[in-house]
């Protein structure tokens, strides 16, 4: 949660941290040499998240679909069964949560990405489900995703990817309390 002074950090572990801007970065943006590791680290990840996502966020705009809304049609496209996945299912498994599933899913619906029904052996559960088209989006884009990412990464070496990803795999474990 960011205020107008603070930046206030909430983990897992019921800790709140309140760190005043200032304290942070330099006018020009930069990290101050005075400021911990953690500190420099912290904002060095957030602005590598802004400049990254911001790219990958104009590639699909471009295509006509949010990051949130192609993590879901990714989700139902490893739907081996072709029965269709319950909400909940979805939501334990997206990159980014989202506070409304049922919306998310109205409006890939509405774009005929999608189609919900019951599930025929428990007519309280709502089953989402890959449309044609859906389908043939995700296998449109993936190639062209995958070379965006290479784009976006094309300075670092594989040893060097490797290296952050387990990094940043790492710093997620410690937060989140897993071992994974």
């Given at each position: ?26 006018p020009d ?123 976006l990464f094309?300075?670092l070496d ?23």
């Amino acid at each position: 949660m960011f205020v107008d002074t603070n930046i206030v950090c909430h983990n897992t572990k019921g800790c709140v941290t309140s760190v005043p801007k200032p304290l942070l970065a330099d006018p020009d943006g930069s990290p101050r040499r005075s400021e911990s590791a953690p500190a420099r680290a912290y904002l060095a990840l957030v602005r590598a998240f802004e400049a990254l996502s911001a790219d990958i966020s104009q590639f699909f705009h471009d295509r006509g679909v949010t990051p949130q809304q192609f993590n879901v049609l990714r989700i139902l496209a490893d739907d081996a069964e072709g029965a269709g996945l319950r909400c909940s299912s979805i939501s334990e498994r997206l990159i980014n949560r989202v506070p409304d599933i049922t919306r998310l899913l109205d409006r890939l619906e509405r774009s005929g990405l999608v189609e919900r029904h019951r599930d025929p052996n428990d007519r309280r559960v709502v089953r989402a489900a890959l449309t044609s088209e859906g389908h043939a989006l995700v296998e449109r884009m993936e190639a062209p995703l995958d070379e965006a990412f290479h784009a976006l990464f094309d300075h670092l070496d594989e040893d060097e990817l490797d290296q952050l990803t387990q990094l940043l795999k790492k710093a997620r474990r410690a937060e989140e309390g897993t071992e994974e």
